[in-house]
Structure formats: structure tokens, C-alpha cells
């Protein structure tokens, strides 16, 4: 079995891979940055523009990531009782850890953030909602087959103590007559609208800001690329798979036009695995065709800015309510709330996908890109949007976004990424 190892995040491939050239994707990106204030030119940027810079403090971040080193053991020692575990935040922005549990516990009080935690008693355990919602989606929402009343996607809402379940609002009484008949506990679960199955930004693209086509056609399609990696001494890049559904575009190239716009430019590589079909993910792999380009471990923190780029890190549920952002080629930076660790959701091809959901933005052209953590971790692959969320940064840029709602987003895990086999 091959090994695939992630190297760094790859918005840009330096100069040596026309980086800094006139419409370059550094070009680009400067020159939506002054076309577009939604479009945020760094991570920093992103989070005051969304109002979460304000959490950002010394203190907080001592609290995620201790958080973060013990979640599996604090789960572990409460057992079945164990209903999660998030951050809420009080008047002065200042973090405080909730643990949820079934049932009155003893809490190891070297397991959780700090002292001023917040204990509450729910109805359900978390591995109770885990197994209720996976048995409703391989009931429901069997990949590639459209089962009636059609669910769109679901979560464990951790916070709520509930599963949610989406579907479109002319949906709503059927699907909740057909649990109600097949003896489901409808107190545990929170029926809410959503207009369609999710959208992806880009039919059919990839890359720093790249353009996935084929040689003899001048036309593509845009999305961003993800991290740069390795498979064994092999070079290659993750994108979104969403982005070479196309049998005839195979082919990755740089995009050198700035935007909304595509020009295809120097051939990066062909598409080497998609996973969106065969393994249920929503990522692919471009090849550095002949060791052309140079690849980097960093990450792109402006026009001709870098920061660094830290170690792949799973989910846990310490870190919903907390900051995440992603970068996008059309959208720049964007920060949120991590609202769910997975989520089973329809695609638009039929298949069911389990991605994780974020409140930030997202357009055409942003797919495929970084997810990374508050502290630079790598998250996961920009993947969908959830269509009834207002989620375009362009709506929110016209006015039409509605009280300033941020919209919901969804994403690719990391983790699954790499422990796929076939790698």
C-alpha cells in the first residue's frame, strides 16, 4: 500500500511555478481583492472581517488546545454517559468548556480545559445519536439511490442533543409521518429546511487557482487547490473530487485569469484518483506532471505573504463553536463556526457524502480549497454549500445576504483522506 503524506497547503506553487508572473493566481488574487471587499486577502483579514478575531486570545487558545490533546480521553472515561463536548463563550469573549452527559459522572478534572468548566444533563448519548442517524442513512439515504421522501442530509446536532434531519419544505409532513410510522423517538430528532442537495461551487475544476479541461479545448472549469502532498516520492495535489467529475476534462492547468474568469495557462498534471464516485469523498489527486513545478509547505497569507502550515488534525467535538477558515480562489479567505463533524448529505450526482459543515461563504470557483483550524492545522477540502443558507459571498457583497447571515458551507474531512487505502 502506498503512502500519502501532505506536504503543505497549495494556493501557490512559488515563482518557480509561474507564481509571481503577470496572471499569476498572486495577480489574481490582488486584483479581486480590489475588485471585491468580501474578498479578504489573509487568514487574519478573514477572521476580523467575520467578527471572530475577538476569541483569538492567548487564554482561549491555551483552552482549545489542551481541549484538543484530551478529547479522546475525556470521552472515554465517561463512557456511555459521554452526550459531547464544545466551547461556549461568555460577555468577554473569554471560552469555558461544556460537557454534556446522560447521567450524573465524576469528572477527571485533568481531562478538561480548565476549571471553570459547565456540566449539563441531556436525554441522549452521543453514541446513541451516532447509531440512530447511521442506521436512518442506510435506510434513507443509500448512496446513488433516491429513496422517497427524500432526505437531503442530516447531522448529530451535538449542542441540542437532537439529530437533524434536512429536506425540502413541501418534504416536511411526509418525512415526518414516515419516521413517525417506522417508530423513530421524534422528541430526539429536529426536522429543518433545506431547498436542495448540496451545491458545488465548481462543476469541474482544480488547483491554485487552476482550470481542470483537457489539451485540444480552450475551455474548463475553476476550483481551488488543496494541500500539496506525496505518494511515496511522487508529488501531487488534493482538490476537491466534485471537480473532475467530466470523463473528457482530466487535465489540470494553471487558471491565469483573475476572478470569475478562466484562461487556461502551464499544464500542471493529470487527475490520478477521484474518490468522489468510488470512495464517498468528495477529494482528488492531480499529478506535478514530471516534477515540473516546485511545491512548497506553506500557506498563502496574502498577495506574496506565507504563513505556516501545520499537522493534519481530526475532528473532535471540542472543536464545534470554535474558528475555522478556508481559502478560495474566487472568495479569498473566509472564517466561521465549525457547526458539525459529519454530516450525511445528498450530492447532486445521488451519492451520499458524510462532510463536515462550517458558517462561512463560498462561490463558484472556491472548491477544492484549504480548510485549516484557528492555529493553521489542516482541517479538510472546500467542498459544498448548503443552498437554502444565502451561502454566496457575492450575495452577501450585493446586499442580498439578509442581517448579515453568514451562510453554511461544508467541507471534506482530512482524515479520511489519508487513511484511504488505495493511496
Same mark, same amino acid.
Given at each position: ?73 475525556? +470521552? ?145 472549469? %475553476? ?40 484562461? +487556461? ?44 502550515? %501545520? ?34 448529505? %445528498? ?46 459571498? +457575492?450575495? +452577501? ?27
Amino acid at each position: 500500500m502506498k503512502k500519502l503524506g501532505l506536504l503543505a497547503i497549495a494556493f501557490v506553487f512559488s515563482a518557480a511555478c509561474a507564481g509571481d508572473q503577470a496572471g499569476s493566481p498572486a495577480a489574481a488574487n490582488a486584483n479581486a481583492n480590489a475588485e471585491n471587499p468580501v474578498y479578504q486577502p489573509s487568514m487574519e483579514a478573514a477572521m476580523k472581517a467575520a467578527g471572530l478575531d475577538v476569541y483569538e486570545t492567548k487564554r482561549n487558545k491555551e483552552l482549545w488546545a489542551k481541549a484538543d490533546l484530551n478529547s479522546e480521553k475525556l +470521552k472515554a472515561s465517561l463512557g456511555e454517559s459521554y452526550a459531547g463536548s464544545w466551547f461556549e463563550y461568555d460577555s468577554n469573549n473569554n471560552a469555558y468548556q461544556v460537557i454534556a452527559v446522560t447521567r450524573p459522572v465524576k469528572i477527571d478534572k485533568s481531562l478538561v480545559a480548565d476549571s471553570n468548566f459547565k456540566l449539563i444533563f441531556v436525554a441522549y448519548s452521543l453514541k446513541t445519536l451516532e447509531s440512530i442517524m447511521d442506521k436512518m442513512v442506510n435506510i434513507y439515504m443509500p448512496s446513488g439511490v433516491i429513496v422517497k421522501p427524500d432526505i437531503l442530509s442530516m447531522e448529530v446536532d451535538i449542542k441540542n442533543n437532537r439529530i437533524s434531519v434536512y429536506i425540502r419544505p413541501a418534504d416536511i409532513p411526509a418525512v415526518y409521518n414516515e419516521l413517525f410510522k417506522s417508530g423513530y423517538d421524534m422528541g430526539m430528532i429536529n426536522i429543518k429546511p433545506q431547498d436542495g442537495p448540496l451545491e458545488h461551487h465548481s462543476v469541474i475544476d482544480a488547483g491554485t487557482h487552476i482550470a481542470v479541461s483537457s489539451p485540444t479545448s480552450p475551455m474548463g472549469s %475553476r476550483c481551488t487547490a488543496a494541500f500539496n502532498a506525496a505518494i511515496d516520492i511522487y508529488p501531487v495535489i488534493l482538490t476537491a473530487g466534485h471537480c473532475a467529475t467530466s470523463r473528457s476534462n482530466q487535465t489540470v492547468y494553471f487558471n491565469d485569469a483573475p476572478g470569475d474568469y478562466l484562461i +487556461k495557462g502551464a499544464l500542471i498534471g493529470n487527475i490520478v484518483y477521484n474518490d468522489y464516485n468510488s470512495a464517498g469523498m468528495d477529494s482528488a489527486i492531480f499529478a506535478n506532471a514530471n516534477f515540473v513545478h516546485f511545491m512548497t509547505a506553506r500557506i498563502k497569507n496574502g498577495p506574496s505573504s506565507f504563513g505556516e502550515v %501545520r499537522s493534519p488534525q481530526a475532528l473532535n467535538t471540542e472543536m464545534l463553536n470554535r474558528n475555522i477558515c478556508t481559502y478560495g480562489s474566487v472568495s479569498g479567505w473566509r472564517c466561521g463556526k465549525l457547526l458539525a463533524l459529519s454530516i450525511p448529505a %445528498r450530492m447532486p450526482n445521488g451519492a451520499t457524502l458524510s462532510l463536515a459543515k462550517a458558517s462561512y461563504c463560498g462561490d463558484p470557483g472556491d472548491s477544492g480549497g484549504p480548510v485549516v483550524s484557528e492555529a493553521g492545522n489542516i482541517l479538510g477540502i472546500h467542498s459544498s454549500a448548503v443552498p437554502s443558507t444565502n451561502y454566496s459571498c +457575492k450575495a +452577501k457583497l450585493y446586499g442580498s445576504f439578509g442581517a448579515g447571515a453568514p451562510g453554511e458551507t461544508t467541507f471534506q474531512p482530512i482524515m479520511p483522506v489519508l487513511k484511504n487505502t488505495h493511496y
